[in-house]
Every structure is written in structure tokens, then in C-alpha cells.
């Protein structure tokens, strides 16, 4: 029987901080924030976070961000859990890794 736990976990995981990254980047972006390390880091885990499809959406394709934003980064969460879940499969023993 395979396990999903770790997939929701780990995309709820996810989910939280990408929350946390807008809030802080809002609050550095605003100038409320007295910390401009944790503005900055807060600004590297979302250009992280929208890499696939936002990054290929603005340069490639050249439509308007705005309206696609949260889909985008919804996509690009569910993608990077399934590749958390594929690494923590690995490391825990089970070698076959099954998409």
C-alpha cells in the first residue's frame, strides 16, 4: 500500500512558507520590516518558488502575470513536493522510485 502522507505534508509544508515568504516580502517591500536579510530571503524563496512555469510564463511567453500568479505557483508547489517526496522515498530505503 503506498503512502500519501508524506505528499500532502510536505505540500502543505510548502504552502506555509510560500505564505510566509509573501507576507515577509510584503513587509520589506512595504518598509515595516527591520530586517533586510530576512526581505531579501523571503524575495529568493518566491523567485524559487514560481521557477517552471511563472519564470517561463514572463520571459517566454510574454503574458500578463497577474491573473496566472497564484495558479502558477500552485503548479510549481504541487511539482516541487512530488519531488521532495520522490527524494525522501529514496533516502529512506525504497531504491524504486515509481512516478
Known amino acids: 500500500m503506498k503512502r500519501k502522507a508524506p505528499f500532502i505534508i510536505t505540500f502543505l ?7 510566509i515568504a509573501f507576507q515577509i516580502a510584503f513587509f520589506y517591500d ?5 530586517s533586510e536579510i ?16 511563472l519564470i ?3 520571459y517566454f511567453v510574454n503574458l500578463d502575470i497577474g491573473s496566472w500568479m497564484y495558479l502558477g505557483f500552485f503548479i510549481n508547489i ?10 525522501l522515498e529514496y533516502f529512506r530505503g525504497n531504491k ?4
Open 56 to 58: 517561463w510564463k514572463i
Open 78 to 87: 504541487l511539482f516541487y513536493s512530488l519531488i521532495v517526496q520522490k527524494i
Open 38 to 53: 530576512l526581505g531579501r530571503g523571503a524575495n529568493i524563496v518566491i523567485y524559487i518558488f514560481s521557477f517552471p512555469t
Open 96 to 99: 524504486k522510485i515509481e512516478c
Open 13 to 19: 509544508a510548502l504552502i506555509i512558507l510560500m505564505i
Open 30 to 34: 512595504e518598509g515595516t520590516l527591520g
